[in-house]
């Protein structure tokens, strides 16, 4: 191979190996929470004991919740979900 064909390629290989995606976004710091069965549940592989919780249904907030929406909304058509 000639030598400006291999360039390119060396080019990339190189800018390639010298990426580290998010090399400095990190924060190392103690987790305050390990152990706890609340936060992580009994084991790695549970649920956490917070997520069993159960919370009656209130229909007054699902009226407000859709005045709001009318209020932000107006004239546009509401997709609800994601």
Do not use: W
Not at 22 to 51: C, F
Not at 58 to 66: G, S
């Amino acid at each position: 191979m000639k030598l400006k064909n291999l360039l390119p390629i060396v080019a990339l290989a190189l800018v390639a190996t010298a990426c580290d995606y998010q090399k400095n976004n990190r924060i190392k710091q103690k987790d305050l929470h390990a152990g706890d069965e609340y936060v992580y549940g009994v084991h790695p592989d549970s649920a956490a004991a917070q997520t069993k919780n159960t919370y009656t249904a209130k229909p007054e907030l699902e009226v407000r919740a859709n005045a709001i929406r009318e209020k932000l909304f107006q004239g546009k058509e509401i997709s609800k979900g994601n």
